[in-house]
């Protein structure tokens, strides 16, 4: 067992907590709790850390956990293990993940739903920086059944502990990219049919209004600033969520949620048309 | 100026910010950021705080925001101020707001949307615990139209700072109430002719496929258990938001805006048609 805060280990994970720098070069994650932990795919599962107490309490859960991989659980102290987690009141267990390695190939092609036969139904995030909204989003995003998600490279680390948690293991799943030519990227994305859309305040249409039952692309910008303009001006068309009372802005999450269930509902009934009409033919 | 972290005002700040119970002895909550204090309507806005910098900096609008009203600004020295804020890297403004006091003869009628001639459409939380998640459904709440929103008793407090935050403004103008006795102040609802949907994992039907352009009441639950059966048991019907992927749930902010957006939907439709048909008749 690991009793002291200053063992390289602990070092260690302090490290990729912290440094979006650390995660990056070891291309790893940490995900907090025993939940996060099971729905790591594990060929990805690299390192479970558990505190003592949390051995006791669920040594059957570590168990199952563990069964079957080749990971072994590192014990540590309650002191260390709060030292090394990114909770306040860690529930005892956390694990050190390898990043999903899409083809270099055809990312973009990925984010559009790969050979699913699916619409594409994408999300393009600008400069979004609180990690919770990023991870809400991401949830969100496979909830409403979108294809992947395209974030500017100066969006907040999607890596980050709180966005982690916050996906509620839909990080493990959802299909995301980060562009550093984010203009470029959604270039591509148009090439492929996707028609671009930006939730924008002055937006002349009401976004219930347009139809995303084909390739669709949605373009949210920052909490605070919105979508900067060189980005807007890559759309198709700017809608606005209308607002009713003094509100000015809505939460990003709330906004992208907004647009992704509309669509999402959109899909559905063109589904229940065609499969009414097919029953008419017959 | 106050310098010192044990001044009395400075520890009456501290208590007010970190327990409820001094909030609700007092009748006020803290609000922070300039836009929060000056959205802050004049009769309730109490005290205000700025700190030596932020003075410095933002006269124009410190004066500004003072202009006929009785409030004088208190200064604080930067340590000061950062340890009475919440906020880890404080604007340097907070103030002291008053609560809003809905005539207690009509609370119910308030959140149906008064005499606005409105139909109602509430929100009514159930033991929802994350503060942000509470603020970001008041400011949603706000912008898709909701009249009211009821909340049981053990939720978390609205007037927590970071809720109060997360609501951007909309504290000072939604109504809401907290009833101790939930299922007697739905029960008031149904008389007045609201129907209640809960929003549940094993609703039958989808959300989408009802008509919510009557009085409407959405039952939001806990982050992590849902809602309590007795408190589901009061619905009419029960609905569910489809879900794709592996996610086993919403965030409940996501939740409440995706049923909150749909309402408006369909109410915005529903007038559209109403106009069309007038137009007709003419």
Not at 203 to 207: M, S
């Given at each position: 067992m690991?009793?002291?805060?200053?063992?390289?280990?602990v070092?260690?994970?302090?490290?990729?907590r912290?440094?979006?720098?650390?995660?990056d070069?070891?291309?790893?994650?940490l995900?907090?709790?025993?939940?996060m932990c099971?729905e790591?795919?594990?060929?990805?599962?690299?390192?479970v850390?558990?505190?003592?107490?949390?051995?006791?309490?669920?040594?059957?859960?570590?168990?199952?956990?563990?069964?079957?991989?080749?990971?072994?659980?590192?014990?540590l102290?309650e002191?260390?293990?709060?030292?090394?987690?990114?909770?306040?009141t860690?529930?005892?267990?956390?694990?050190?993940?390898?990043?999903?390695?899409p083809?270099?190939?055809?990312?973009?092609?990925?984010?559009?739903?790969?050979?699913?036969?699916?619409?594409?139904?994408?999300?393009?995030l600008?400069?979004l920086?609180?990690?919770?909204?990023?991870?809400?989003i991401?949830?969100?995003?496979?909830?409403?059944?979108?294809?992947?998600?395209?974030m500017?490279g100066?969006?907040?680390?999607?890596?980050n502990?709180?966005?982690?948690?916050?996906?509620?293991?839909?990080?493990?799943?959802?299909?995301f990219?980060?562009?550093?030519?984010?203009?470029?990227?959604?270039?591509?994305l148009?090439?492929?049919?996707?028609r671009?859309?930006?939730?924008?305040?002055e937006?002349?249409?009401?976004?219930d209004?347009?139809n995303?039952?084909g390739?669709?692309?949605f373009?949210i910008?920052?909490?605070?600033?919105g979508?900067?303009?060189?980005v807007a001006?890559?759309?198709?068309?700017r809608?606005?969520?209308?607002m009713?009372?003094?509100?000015?802005?809505?939460?990003?999450?709330?906004?992208?949620?907004?647009?992704?269930?509309?669509?999402?509902?959109?899909r559905?009934?063109?589904?229940?048309?065609?499969?009414?009409?097919?029953?008419i033919?017959?």
């Open positions: 690991i009793t002291s805060t200053s063992n390289p280990k070092k260690r994970l302090v490290n990729l912290k440094k979006r720098k650390a995660r070069e070891e291309q790893v994650f995900a907090e709790g025993l939940r099971r790591a795919p594990a060929r990805l599962l690299r390192e850390y558990i505190s003592e107490d949390f051995l006791r309490r669920e040594r059957k859960a570590v168990d199952e956990l563990l069964r079957g991989k080749e990971v072994r659980a590192e014990v102290s002191h260390v293990f709060a030292y090394a987690a990114d909770t306040k860690p529930q005892g267990i956390l694990c050190v993940v390898s990043r999903r390695k083809s270099e190939a055809d990312k973009i092609r990925e984010l559009c739903g790969g050979e699913a036969g699916k619409s594409p139904l994408i999300l393009v600008d400069n920086q609180d990690p919770g909204n990023v991870g809400t991401v949830r969100t995003a496979e909830a409403a059944g979108a294809t992947g998600i395209l500017s100066d969006c907040v680390d999607i890596y502990p709180k966005t982690v948690r916050s996906t509620m293991g839909s990080i493990y799943r959802m299909p990219r980060y562009a550093d030519d984010l203009p470029y990227a959604v270039q591509r148009k090439d492929m049919g996707v671009i859309y930006a939730a924008h305040l937006g002349r249409g009401d976004y209004a347009e995303y039952t390739g669709t692309a373009l910008g920052n909490e605070g600033n979508l900067r303009e060189e001006a890559l759309a198709d068309c809608v606005r969520i209308p009713e009372g003094q509100v000015e802005s809505l939460n990003a999450a709330v906004a992208a949620a907004a647009l992704m269930f509309e669509a999402g509902r959109q559905r009934a063109a589904k229940r048309r065609c499969m009414s009409g097919a029953s033919v017959k």
